[in-house]
């Protein structure tokens, strides 16, 4: 059984966020789907994950080409990637599910705490998947660096 855990930043914006955390999830050996809301932005990602430098290379796919299940980290739309991933990265709002957290290793949502819908959103998926018995993290960055934070704090955030 997984957990889901909410990032939600402040600080620095998806694109300097999230290759920060697929290079974690590829330490821990595991396969990834970034599943998005929006086609044309998972296109933008797939761009600036391209351009991170030889240092940072993220080897992944764009779902729709011929080798989308051996791909190590998938950007889809779908909510079945065809990867097998064992972690799921929720981006702009894309919908997760209390059966994405007990059936994956883990499943992130990341939301951009300086726009009030997107806040809005991702307490409602808080509310959903505790509501489901999900066991789920807050992690802030409002420090300047990622902290846990206690539940209480996350349904006030």
């Not at 409602?124 to 789920?136: E, H, S």
Request: aromatic share 8%.
């Amino acid at each position: 059984m997984g957990a889901a855990y909410f990032y939600h930043l402040t600080r620095k914006p998806l694109q300097e966020t999230l290759p920060v955390l697929l290079e974690k999830a590829r330490g821990a050996g595991w396969r990834i789907a970034v599943r998005g809301a929006d086609p044309d932005r998972l296109a933008w990602l797939d761009d600036v994950l391209w351009s991170g430098g030889e240092t940072s290379f993220l080897p992944h796919g764009l779902a729709g080409g011929a080798h989308d299940a051996l791909q190590p980290i998938l950007l889809t739309t779908s909510a079945q990637a065809p990867n097998q991933p064992a972690c799921v990265m929720s981006v702009d709002g894309a919908a997760v599910t209390p059966e994405d957290v007990t059936t994956l290793e883990r499943v992130c949502i990341l939301f951009d705490g300086t726009d009030p819908q997107a806040v809005q959103q991702a307490r409602g998926q808080w509310k959903a998947l505790t509501g489901a018995g999900c066991a789920a993290q807050y992690w802030s960055e409002e420090s300047g660096r990622w902290e846990k934070k206690a539940e209480s704090e996350a349904a006030s955030a």
